[in-house]
């Protein structure tokens, strides 16, 4: 077999739509901004427990980075079904971490 053949027969790159764009940044939106307070929670409850303004503030600081990288990385699901369940799996698992922690 030749190789124009090989390469005339794969498949054409899948691009992504604008729409499965925006949906995967409304999502990551909506869903990574509770996914950032979770985080921030964790992050304040496994910290040192001594009472400090500052580590309150530090912790407030993480939550715009972590809700930009959840965004970000929301592009990175193949579909809006793997988008959802990636993003409802991994708050359900922050949400059960801080509740582990805290108690």
Partial sequence: ?????ITSRA???QVPSSWRLLHHGLVAAALGYPLAIWLSGLLFHLSDPAPD????QVVMWW???WWGGVIGLSFLARS???CWLWL???NAAA???VYLVAR
């Fill in 11 to 13: 498949a054409p790159a």
């Fill in 1 to 5: 077999m030749a190789r124009s053949d």
């Fill in 95 to 97: 949400a059960g971490l």
């Fill in 88 to 90: 409802l799996g991994a």
């Fill in 80 to 82: 809006k079904t793997a």
């Fill in 63 to 65: 939550v715009p980075l």
């Fill in 53 to 56: 303004v500052t580590k309150d």
